[in-house]
């Protein structure tokens, strides 16, 4: 039964009293205070204990409040994301369907002093970008992208007049700025359930954007004569328009709603603090998923550089059409398969299944070379097998492990800062890729370098992914007994 306490028993004002009203108040149990029965004490009914209560969305915005947009809208909102990052390729690649023959400086090849140059500021952007970009407001996420892009736009059009040492100084300048708009463009589509899908629509511009604006370059200069110093500023002008266009329909994503912020926690800038916190609460298989994206880049990057070289010590003197077409329909098919995760609403089961399918993907890798040199694969199946293998776990990094690992992290945390400490490593390995290939003997054999790298670096990676996974387990259930929390 319920016990009442006289209101002048609490709240008298008679001072011989006070010291009565003390002791009896100390005996009295404070659940009798707040008027619950006695009976519910000894015999909780589970279904009427309390809730924790959910966060709600901000009431500040107008489509918040509803479904966070419909699928109509998300689809558009990706197709946005993929144009904006088409478009940025327009001002970084175009100048690499130059040949500059002939052409040195310092006594370098030209092409590859300008190569080097634009890589060194690209991944400096990368490391930039750690700080700058996890603590951008979404408020001048569109303005930012455009005054970047407009940045690399004019140190384009420089570079057609400037005098020859200046140019690589001008690509340098070129790339600082451009590597921070994926992360940009990858804010607008984080911590929602449709984030695996549309984030893989996003990494299918990787494919098809580097050769379509190269494309246009060549076009320019075998059909117009255009000279090669002034063609990127001006495949830079042509998608100016288009660039615009795709930012602004951008801006107009809706936010994520409450089932979004519920299941896969708000993304908001992050202070340096809780960037520190957010490491420090798994230091261990975060470093790990490090790691294993370097040594990912690594691999990709031998592959993707030493292509001709590989074709011809396995005997093709040109490379056949087949194997570029078959490329996209990898890619593709890699980008569809982590997409498909979106059917999997559990963060941690998520986290799992693609774990195991990069695992699979390693096992793939290392063991193509082995087949290919018992003439059980023939040079496009291993080029093709090595190259899905490859592509899937590159694929995943990008649209679903910190996707989900964010949330079960449960720090303030965003998608954004993770990715460009993993990507600003993967720049830096993939840097001294290049100079390897700047220091390497032209008569040295680069197959057996390439079989070599897939088998080692592949097991390497796959070991360190399997610690990363168990650390990471460990830390995520001990959070969950923590909190009273399943995800």
């Known amino acids: 039964m319920t016990v009442e306490v006289p209101a002048g028993n609490i709240h008298g004002t008679d001072a011989g009293g006070e010291a009565s009203h003390r002791r009896t108040l100390s ?115 569109a303005v930012t992208i455009l005054a970047l892009i407009g940045f690399a736009e004019v140190a384009l059009v420089a570079f057609a007049y400037a005098p020859m040492p200046v140019r690589p100084i001008l690509l340098f300048l070129n790339g600082l700025p451009l590597g921070m708009v994926f992360g940009i463009v990858l804010s607008y589509l984080e911590g929602r359930l449709q984030t695996e899908a549309m ?62 912020l519920r299941l896969r926690q708000e993304r908001r800038p992050v202070t340096r603090d809780e960037r520190w916190q957010l490491w420090r609460s798994c230091p261990t298989g975060l470093t790990g998923l490090i790691i294993v994206y370097i040594a990912l880049t690594v691999i990709r990057t031998i592959r993707d550089d030493f292509g001709v070289e590989i074709w011809r010590s396995m005997g093709v003197t040109e490379k056949p059409s087949v194997f570029a077409t078959t490329e996209i329909f990898v890619a593709v098919f890699a980008s569809v398969l982590n997409g498909m995760l979106i059917s999997i609403r559990g963060n941690l089961a998520a986290l799992r299944t693609t774990f195991i399918m990069m695992g699979l993907s390693f096992l793939i890798v290392a063991l193509s070379p082995v087949l290919f040199r018992q003439g059980e694969l023939s040079p496009l199946t291993f080029m093709v097998t090595c190259g899905a293998g490859l592509y899937i776990p590159y694929v995943a990094f990008h649209t679903t492990v910190f996707e989900r690992l964010v949330p079960l992290l449960r720090q303030p945390g965003n998608v954004v800062f993770l990715m460009y400490v993993a990507d600003a490593f993967g720049y830096l390995g993939y840097s001294l890729v ?32 399997l610690i990363a996974w168990i650390n990471i387990r460990r830390t995520v259930t001990h959070s969950s007994r923590t909190s009273h929390r399943v995800d």
């Not at 175009?94 to 890589?119: C, H, I, M, R």
């Open 434 to 465: 290049l100079t390897t290939r700047a220091v390497l003997d032209p008569q040295t054999s680069v197959l057996p370098l390439f079989c070599q790298a897939l088998t080692g670096i592949s097991v390497l990676a796959g070991m360190i992914l």
């Open 199 to 260: 984030a893989a629509v996003l990494c299918s511009s990787f494919i098809i954007s580097s050769g379509v604006v190269k494309s246009a370059g060549r076009w320019l200069i075998d059909t117009w004569s255009m000279n090669e110093f002034l063609m990127p500023g001006i495949v830079g002008g042509i998608f100016v328009v288009p660039l615009i266009l795709s930012v602004f329909v951008l801006q107009r994503t809706p936010p994520p709603n409450a089932e979004d």
């Open 27 to 141: 005996r009295i149990n404070p659940c009798i205070l707040v008027g619950i029965p006695m009976s519910e004490l000894e015999n909780p009914n589970p279904d009427k204990l309390q809730q924790p209560k959910v966060a709600q969305p901000p009431t500040g915005s107008t489509t918040l409040h509803r479904s966070g947009g419909s699928r109509f809208q998300l689809a558009i909102a990706a197709v946005a994301a993929f144009s904006t990052y088409f478009c940025m390729y327009a001002f970084r690649k175009p100048f690499t369907a130059a040949t500059f023959d002939g052409q040195q400086l310092f006594g370098l090849e030209l092409k590859s002093a300008l190569v080097v140059s634009q890589l060194c500021g690209y991944m400096a952007s990368k490391f930039i970008g750690i700080r700058v970009l996890a603590e951008l407001p979404a408020r001048r996420r």
